[in-house]
């Protein structure tokens, strides 16, 4: 099979056989649907966690370090396992894994919904966590192979925007459910649209793999997947810890760092590697790579402090909030799809360099937000934050994905998701840590001023604003100055971490405009594949 690492702008035979070709977008919207409760399930589980802390019969009456797991286990699993599910998919067929991972995603998503402990649900978690790493690669590296190279970047820019869709979606149909059910519909509602996916797939979806896979690299294979569970555990315990210097901390990622530099050198001298490293010598493929986790990391720090503004500040339901998160989804799905566009006037480097400027700037507008500002400068910077980002991923992905050879798509889509789940995860880790400690110090003096209130106490409350604000509750009439000394701590803990998501964002920025490619001139006019498919068939 011919490989998609054509000389940019020259035009190429078709390579998709006609009546592939022909339900190429049914295959699309139908791997968009698999796409959407895999990204969709965690964002909903974030507004049922306040439900599954209360106790039975209302909840599973979880603990914060229970709770954290029951996230944590899924995160852990899926990126652990991310690179190794788009490999089998290389090899044994993207099909087969796409079906076995959602099967696996449906039945730990049931098993979920009638957990009858916090143990269970962590278990189950991490069951659903198994799925969605099948399921993540395989839907990126089947569109590259439905796809002709020249629809990749359309394709690819309605997936991205997918993603972003089921990002704000999921708060608004978690707070639906819980509003009407009890709290293990947010993982019921999976099963039939599992079962929706997995017909159209068998019927839609057409099977691809490499060709030519070598022999296998089970030592490879074992330490990318042990290099990237412990710095991901790492990271996650930092973020629990709020701090990231402790051997707890230091330790777990010390150690995945060192094994995924172990698994670099090994793939380097193998004759069989997993993953071809000279890739990464190009810049544009290693710059498209760190913009997707940088702009990852940047969007999930800031979605985890705005959920606790909206709510905690401004105090609207659970639903109300994923509904004032539909500026940043409806921006994602408007101009996602047409994010190539701009690519083809302005160039790659351009158009990432001036939207992580828009990303930033929006990141720093939120030192506009306090207690009493109107909510719409809210929903406008959400707007032109998903604007920014939705003219960042499309072409980021596109680098990635059309560096690589058809053959290797599900490889190079395990890559984006990697890059792309270690920085959201370190976003929300880091940024979580500084918008923590930011709190606690701004706070603490209130507390500390407290008569009659043990010191464990003291400590809880300054844990987060929720804790401050419920210890304030209990204290009745005499603890609404509390209230608003939290109010003010907070807001002034999310304007430092907002600072910090800008500085990241401009990170990004020097990268794509150091590395990323500029414009590529048009291509001579030549026969489009549909044309020299017609013409085939007319010979």
């Known amino acids: 099979m011919a490989t998609s690492s054509s000389t940019p702008g020259a035009p190429s035979a078709p390579q998709i056989p006609e009546r592939i070709h022909r339900r190429r977008w049914a295959v699309l919207y139908t791997l968009m649907l698999s796409l959407l ?53 290389d090899r044994l067929g993207r099909k087969k894994v796409l079906l076995v991972g959602l099967a696996v995603f449906g039945a730990g998503s049931v098993c979920a919904g009638i957990s009858q402990s916090p143990a269970e649900l962590i278990t189950f978690r991490a069951v659903m966590g198994v799925g969605g790493a099948l399921v993540m690669p395989a839907t990126l590296a089947i569109l590259m192979n439905v796809f002709e190279h020249d629809e990749q970047p359309r394709a690819i820019g309605i997936w991205a925007g997918g993603v972003g869709l089921a990002i704000a979606v999921g708060p608004i149909a978690g707070g639906f459910l819980l509003a009407h059910f009890w709290w293990g519909s947010v993982f019921m509602i999976n099963a039939p649209v599992v079962v929706v996916s997995l017909i159209a797939m068998l019927v839609l979806v057409p099977d691809s793999r490499d060709p030519d896979p070598g022999r296998l690299d089970p030592l490879g294979v074992l330490l990318s997947v042990v290099g990237l569970v412990l710095l991901v555990y790492g990271i996650i315990k930092g973020g629990q810890l709020a701090d990231f210097t402790g051997p707890q901390v230091v330790g777990p990622i010390t150690g995945g760092l060192s094994v995924l530099l172990v698994f670099v050198v090994h793939q380097k001298h193998s004759d069989h590697p997993s993953i071809d490293i000279s890739y990464f010598r190009n810049p544009a493929f290693s710059a498209a790579i760190a913009a997707i986790a940088l702009v990852f990391f940047a969007l999930m720090g800031v979605a985890f402090f705005t959920v606790f503004y909206i709510q905690s500040v401004r105090g609207y339901t659970p639903l109300q909030a994923g509904m004032l998160f539909l500026p940043l989804a409806a921006a994602q799905t408007i101009f996602a799809p047409r994010a190539r566009l701009a690519v083809q006037r302005y160039g790659a480097r351009a158009v990432c360099t001036f939207s992580m400027f828009v990303v930033a700037v929006t990141m720093s507008g939120m030192l506009l937000l306090d207690a009493r500002t109107p909510i719409w400068v809210l929903e406008a910077l959400f707007f032109l934050q998903g604007a920014g980002m939705a003219h960042i991923m499309p072409p980021a992905t596109v680098a990635v994905m059309q560096a690589l050879p058809r053959e290797k798509a599900g490889s190079g889509s395990a890559l984006n998701n990697v890059f792309r789940q270690v ?17 606690r110090d701004g706070i603490q003096d209130e507390l500390d001023a407290l008569p009659g209130v043990p010191a464990a106490a003291r400590h809880a409350a300054g844990e987060s604003i929720e804790a401050t604000h419920g210890l304030a509750d209990a204290m009745g009439p005499a603890g609404r100055p509390l209230i608003t000394a939290a109010d003010d701590a907070f807001l002034h803990a999310m304007h430092i971490t907002a600072l910090g998501s800008a500085a990241v964002a401009l990170l990004g920025l020097v990268v794509a405009a150091a590395f990323l490619p500029g414009k590529v001139p048009p291509a001579p006019r030549a026969a489009q594949p549909q044309e020299e498919r017609k013409a085939g068939a007319e010979r």
Not at 423 to 439: E, P, Q, R
Request: no cysteine; aromatic share 8%.
């Open 423 to 439: 920085g959201g995860t370190l976003g929300v880790a880091v940024l979580g840590s500084l918008l923590s400690t930011s709190y």
């Open 37 to 89: 409760i895999v990204v969709l399930d965690n964002s909903i589980l974030n507004v049922a966690m306040k439900t599954i802390a209360t106790p039975a019969p209302v909840g599973l009456g979880a603990t914060q370090s229970e709770l954290e797991w029951a996230i944590n286990s899924y995160t852990l699993v899926f990126a652990g396992l991310l690179f190794t599910a788009g490999l089998l998919g």
